[in-house]
Each structure stands twice: as structure tokens, then as C-alpha cells.
T-cell receptor, first 112, second 114 residues
């Protein structure tokens, strides 16, 4: 089925560990996004990639890095995880302008 | 700073009633408007979008847009328990360098009581 695939679905990290969240879309979309969602805070944009080869910071980029590997894949890396990064992370993509975003199923990350 | 405001709720309605969800936005340059539904523990899914002033109907859902008042709403007729979810309003606006971005509200939690 066409869509946005995120891996892993669940992850527990210890403080200071690193990890990469993977995202891939098969809809030939140009733009891809990483959000985090916390209770009472809504969706907050971490980084986005308007097109292959470009990345830009969103609202809450500190502690994260991203790579737009090709048109399909956009990864999010936590270099040194902190408990404040405990959250649900969503990847999204968009194609035609003004058609909204398609979201992946999310990664639930806990940092202890 | 582009802002999208929603009442957090919870909004409780009896089964079969009309649920009315409201949203205001700050950027007058916004061009299109979206409603997402998010069940607990799941990702947001698009249920409606609207570009022009007025009403747009899709089954039991009606989106209403008033650009002069910077207001968009979602009506759910004949509400069902399966409609219980958080509804996110999202507004699309040009953010420069050829890029459009969605700004999301924090969502309104709807509970439909059987």
C-alpha cells in the first residue's frame, strides 16, 4: 500500500545513546517532515525537507539532525538522547501543493 | 508567528447529535485549510480540506470557511461513538523559498456519548 513507512514503531533508549529514526514514502512526494507530539503541546515541527537535497530547521530542532538520503527517504538522528526527547515522532510527506500531508504511523520513543 | 487556535475540549456530544469544532488562524495569507482526525495512539489522518469561502460537504462531515473572519469549522452530523477522537485543524500558507507548510492547532478532543 502506498504511504509513509516509519521504523521502528517503539524504542527505549538510555540517556546519551544515539539512534536514527527512518522514514520512507512511495508517493513520489517532494517534501518531507519530522514532527514530535507531546501531550498538550500538539504537533511541533523538528525539521523539514522541501525537496531532495535540501533540509531546514523547524520549530524545535535542537538535539536533532536529519538527512534527506534521496527523494523517498528522510531520516532523523538523535546524537545523544535526553529524557526531554521522550515523545511520539511522526514523519509526513506532501506532494501537490495545497493537498495536505500524509503521516506515517509514528515512533514512540522513551529515553530513560 | 503563524498561529492556529482550537479549543482543547473535551467536547462531549450525545450519539446522533451534531458536533461543531472550531478553529481560528492568524495568517491572512493562508490558502487552504484541513481537518485531521487522530485516534488515541494513532497518526493523524486527513478527513476534509477546503479552499474557498463557504461550505464543503462530504458525507456526515461539513467544513465551513470564512476567510474574512479567519475562521474555519467542522460539523459532524449524526455523531457516532466511532467519531470520538482528537480533531486537528491545519492551515497551509506560503513560508518562503518556494515552500508551503502546514501549521497545526493543538486539537479538540471529541467524545460521543452512546
Amino acid at each position: 500500500n502506498a504511504g509513509v513507512t516509519q521504523t521502528p514503531k517503539f524504542q527505549v533508549l538510555k540517556t546519551g545513546q544515539s539512534m536514527t529514526l527512518q522514514c520512507a514514502q512511495d508517493m513520489n512526494h517532494n517534501s518531507m517532515y519530522w514532527y514530535r507530539q507531546d501531550p498538550g503541546m500538539g504537533l511541533r515541527l523538528i525539521y523539514y525537507s522541501a525537496s531532495e537535497g535540501t533540509t531546514d530547521k523547524g520549530e524545535v530542532p535542537n538535539g536533532y539532525n536529519v538527512s534527506r538520503l534521496n527523494k523517498r527517504e528522510f531520516s532523523l538522528r538523535l546524537e545523544s538522547a535526553a529524557p526531554s526527547q521522550t515523545s511520539v515522532y511522526f514523519c509526513a510527506s506532501s506532494g501537490r501543493v495545497l493537498r495536505g500531508y500524509t503521516f506515517g504511523s509514528g515512533t514512540r520513543l522513551t529515553v530513560v | 508567528q503563524k498561529e492556529v487556535e482550537q479549543n482543547s475540549g473535551p467536547l462531549s456530544v450525545p450519539e446522533g447529535a451534531i458536533a461543531s469544532l472550531n478553529c481560528t488562524y492568524s495568517d491572512r495569507g493562508s490558502q487552504s485549510f484541513f481537518w485531521y482526525r487522530q485516534y488515541s495512539g494513532k497518526s493523524p489522518e486527513l478527513i476534509m480540506f477546503i479552499y474557498s469561502n463557504g461550505d464543503k460537504e462530504d458525507g456526515r462531515f461539513t467544513a465551513q470557511l470564512n476567510k474574512a473572519s479567519q475562521y474555519v469549522s467542522l460539523l459532524i452530523r449524526d455523531s457516532q461513538p466511532s467519531d470520538s477522537a482528537t480533531y486537528l485543524c491545519a492551515v497551509y500558507a506560503y513560508s518562503g523559498a518556494g515552500s508551503y507548510q502546514l501549521t497545526f492547532g493543538k486539537g479538540t478532543k471529541l467524545s460521543v456519548i452512546p
